[in-house]
């Protein structure tokens, strides 16, 4: 379904890339309806999942226990980058067609906002609150803090899109699509460390776990696997058609393959393929479950989420959610109880 304008829209900038007009008619006005009905929980589910749907305009928040959404809003501009932070409550995410961020509480209500410029597009969470955002357009990098101010601004390659936080937080590093290359960054200054080639052309999806830095090679069908310390590439691993996103569970890597509907399953010490797991259609964005049990995968033009069980390597639920969910980025977590 929609594979010749997928192709095209993967190699366009994020302000157009994935704009459905169909889709928005036959779904917009259906969205602004739920949202205006849709009761907002007052004792949201410990395990949230904040759902960025572009082709719809709205933002869903998922239990992922109950596999219900519990609260929405419309969100304008095409959202799809998204980063949750349970330990402040806040989910941030960015429309790709404005840069427009907006910042969520728990409860789908917009708190805060700042306009970034056309060009903004991968977001993480920073340490000790705020966040980071490339600048595709621009080749940037910048640091916000919790008020949305700019700590330091940093020049990344071409085309940046995702943006990753080591586990100790010291490190932050983008995918630099159109140069073919990671940047590494001090967390703090914002002074560049290292730049490393990848082994497949366009890196989108950029991962920090286990000691090293993963990419999702989209236009590669294949993904790059980096020594972030030592400054190299250490292995790559094929994958399906256009991989997107990254995570692990169960002491696996699953990365979602756009073209093939499907999950390629590795052994991220031996980099072996397990095997692949059926999806929706077109699958993009990928977190894990809070309990590290599974996965949950946006499916673009299926509108619908999986949940995946990680040691069963198979589907558990399939949630319908509005029009074009995408939710790039790590967009689960577990609610911090006041």
Do not use: C
């Not at 330990?87 to 427009?100: E, F, H, L, Q």
């Not at 410029?117 to 357009?137: H, I, K, R, S």
């Not at 140069?179 to 200054?189: A, E, K, M, R, Y």
């Amino acid at each position: 379904m929609h594979r010749d304008l997928r192709q095209i829209a993967a190699n366009w900038p994020p302000a157009i890339a994935g704009r459905n007009p169909l889709a928005l008619a036959m779904h917009g006005a259906a969205i602004f309806l739920l949202a205006s009905l849709l009761p907002i929980s007052s004792a949201l589910a410990a395990d949230l999942a904040f759902i960025t749907s572009q082709n719809g305009n709205a933002v869903s928040i998922l239990d992922l226990k109950s596999h219900e959404i519990v609260a929405q809003t419309p969100v304008d501009g095409a959202p799809a980058p998204v980063a949750y932070d349970p330990k402040t409550g806040r989910a941030y995410v960015i429309s790709a067609d404005t840069g427009r961020l907006s910042v969520l509480d728990e409860k789908a209500r917009i708190i805060d906002r700042r306009e970034l410029g056309e060009g903004a597009f991968g977001v993480a969470v920073a340490p000790n609150g705020g966040v980071f955002v490339t600048d595709w357009f621009n080749g940037k990098l910048m640091r916000l803090d919790g008020e949305l101010k700019q700590v330091w601004i940093a020049e990344t390659g071409t085309a940046p899109a995702g943006v990753a936080v080591s586990h100790d937080g010291l490190l932050v590093a983008t995918a630099d699509r159109d140069d073919n290359q990671v940047s590494i960054f001090d967390s703090g200054t914002g002074r560049l460390i290292r730049r490393i080639k990848t082994a497949g052309e366009h890196p989108f999806a950029v991962t920090f776990h286990g000691g090293r830095l993963w990419t999702a090679d989209v236009m590669g069908d294949a993904m790059s696997v980096i020594d972030p310390i030592g400054g190299k590439l250490v292995g790559q691993i094929e994958t399906g058609s256009h991989p997107y996103g990254i995570a692990f569970a169960e002491g696996r890597g699953f990365v979602t393959n756009q073209y093939d509907s499907t999950l390629t399953v590795f052994d991220p010490e031996s980099l072996e393929v397990l095997g692949e797991v059926e999806t929706g259609d077109y699958p993009e964005g990928i977190a894990p479950l809070p309990d590290g049990s599974g996965i949950v995968v946006a499916n673009w033009d299926s509108d619908t989420v999986t949940v995946v069980d990680a040691k069963k390597l198979e589907a558990t639920a399939e949630i319908e959610m509005p029009a074009g969910p995408r939710a790039f980025g790590q967009f689960t977590g577990r609610q911090v109880e006041p």
